[in-house]
């Protein structure tokens, strides 16, 4: 595969490239976050499904039409492991909604990471955007895809409050009676944020 180099000249890209970075971006994560990142999009990890985004003007018109299984082109930024810079989130629209995301493998789920943009970073940004409490639900799908949220084979694995007052990474244990479930897909509802009517700003899951 061919990428355009800096020098305005194509560079070859071989397949090893690419599994060597992917491989970097999941060790720099282990390190950072002392666990293995199963909903890394670079891992495989990709967002199924998501409420309405906030989005201005026909675009957003536009939206409300297609299709509820529709995903925005954005929504991958919520699972990149570089994307930290304020303002630079995939908002939802509202102060409640969803993200469903399928998992690069099934696994048996051990806690879950929610990161907003770091306080020290946003001096002067609003994060009233920031999900306040939160639900997120496992459930194992496979190749079957008539199993969806609504047939009531999911779980909870974790309800919590982020805390906008702690680090911008916070870490939340799955809970004890489905620690030992297998899931391949999860899905984290928001009720409420921090005080923004408009919108409710996700950095990364």
């Not at 082109?73 to 699972?79: A, T």
């Not at 969803?98 to 998992?103: E, G, P, S």
């Not at 409490?133 to 694995?157: M, P, S």
């Not at 309800?159 to 620690?179: G, H, I, M, P």
Request: proline share 3%.
């Amino acid at each position: 595969m061919n990428v355009k180099g800096t020098d305005n000249g194509d560079m070859e890209v071989t397949l090893d490239d690419i599994i060597m970075t992917t491989r970097d971006m999941l060790m720099k994560d282990i390190q950072r976050l002392g666990r293995v990142d199963y909903a890394l999009s670079s891992g495989g990890a990709m967002v199924v499904r998501h409420s309405e985004p906030f989005i201005i003007g026909k675009v957003r018109r536009w939206f409300r039409k297609i299709s509820l299984t529709t995903v925005y082109r954005d929504s991958e930024k919520m699972l990149k492991s570089s994307f930290r810079e304020p303002g630079q989130c995939f908002p939802l629209n509202g102060d409640s909604g969803f993200v469903q995301i399928r998992l690069r493998t099934t696994i048996i789920p051990e806690a879950i990471t929610l990161e907003h943009v770091d306080k020290e970073q946003a001096v002067a940004y609003d994060r009233s955007s920031a999900p306040k409490n939160c639900r997120v639900y496992g459930w194992h799908q496979g190749y079957n895809a008539d199993i969806a949220i609504e047939t009531g084979k999911t779980f909870l694995l974790a309800e919590f409050s982020y805390d906008l007052e702690k680090c911008n990474a916070q870490t939340f244990n799955v809970l004890d009676s489905v620690r030992y479930g297998l899931v391949d897909m999860g899905r984290l509802d928001f009720t409420s944020n921090h005080g923004s009517p408009s919108h409710t700003c996700i950095y990364r899951l």
